[in-house]
């Protein structure tokens, strides 16, 4: 069993800039890709970013790209998503996610365990 626990939402400017983490607990997730995931009111949930299981190879949804960062810190079981140029069509519920494979996918049903989300808030 893994419990992910995300944090660093809040509410910040068009403009801002956010970091999001989250601690994975209960086993190691270094053999597993991790990613984030994000829902905003009304609307179905969508993916934001994957890393693969080493850190090595990323992906990004295209609203997001040169925008966002994921990174994670395997010694801390803790990964990132450092958000800059935050815009208000990003206020949403972000999770974080771990993977059953070693790679990282867009489809939410391709990950295993979710956190409880941590919301952010861009005002206009």
């Known amino acids: 069993q893994v419990h992910l626990v995300e944090s660093g939402g809040g509410l910040v400017q068009t403009g801002g800039s956010l970091r999001l983490s989250c601690v994975a607990s209960?086993?190691?997730?270094?053999?597993?890709?991790m990613g984030w995931f994000r829902q905003a009111p009304g609307k179905e949930r969508e993916f934001v970013a994957g890393?693969?299981?080493?850190?090595?190879?990323?992906n990004y949804a295209d609203s997001v790209k040169g925008r966002f960062t994921i990174s994670r810190d395997k010694a801390k079981n803790t990964l990132y998503l450092q958000m800059s140029s935050l815009k208000p069509e990003d206020t949403a519920l972000y999770y974080c996610?771990?993977?059953?494979?070693?790679?990282?996918?867009?489809?939410?049903?391709?990950?295993?365990?979710w956190g409880q989300g941590t919301r952010v808030t861009v005002s206009s």
């Open positions: 996610a771990e993977s059953r494979g070693p790679a990282p996918t867009m489809r939410g049903d391709d990950y295993a365990y």
């Open positions: 209960g086993r190691t997730f270094s053999s597993k890709a």
């Open positions: 890393i693969n299981w080493n850190g090595g190879p990323t």
